[in-house]
C-alpha cells in the first residue's frame, strides 16, 4: 500500500456560530490544508497518482474558499465553518475525484495555526 500526501494553503475569514469565546467574532487563519490518499497499485512508470494532479484537484476545492468569509460560502451557511466541518467537507469533495485515478482517500487535515488542527477519515 502507498500513501501520497499533498499540502496546499488558503486564507480564509470565519465565525464560529454558537461558540461562546473568541472565535464567535469575526477573525481570519492561514489555513494548511494536508491531503492523504493510498493505492495499492502503481501505473506503468511507477506512480500511483501525480503530485502535481492531487495537488490541482485539491487547489479546485479550496479555490472558493480562498480569501472568503466562509460563513457566506456554502455548505458553511448551514454549518459552522469549524476545521472539524471544514476537514470532511474537504474530504467528501475530494473523493470522487481521488477515486477517478484508482486511489483511495485516506484523510484530510486542516491547521488553523501552526499548533492547531482537526483530521477527517472514514
Not at 6 to 32: D, M, P, V
Not at 53 to 80: G, S
Request: charged residues 20%.
Amino acid at each position: 500500500m502507498y500513501d501520497l500526501m499533498i499540502e496546499t494553503q488558503f486564507a480564509a475569514a470565519h465565525q464560529l456560530r454558537g461558540y461562546k469565546g473568541k472565535c464567535e467574532s469575526l477573525h481570519g487563519h492561514n489555513w494548511r490544508v494536508q491531503v492523504t490518499v493510498s493505492s495499492d497499485k502503481l501505473n506503468d512508470i511507477g506512480m500511483a497518482l501525480d503530485f502535481h494532479d492531487l495537488k490541482a484537484m485539491t487547489v479546485e476545492v479550496t479555490m472558493p474558499l480562498d480569501h472568503a468569509f466562509l460563513n457566506e460560502v456554502f455548505p458553511f451557511t448551514e454549518i459552522n465553518p469549524s476545521s472539524e466541518n471544514i476537514a470532511k467537507w474537504m474530504y467528501e469533495s475530494l473523493k470522487k475525484k481521488v477515486e477517478s485515478h484508482q486511489c483511495n482517500m485516506t484523510s484530510v487535515t486542516v491547521w488553523e495555526n501552526e499548533t492547531a488542527s482537526a483530521t477527517y477519515y472514514e
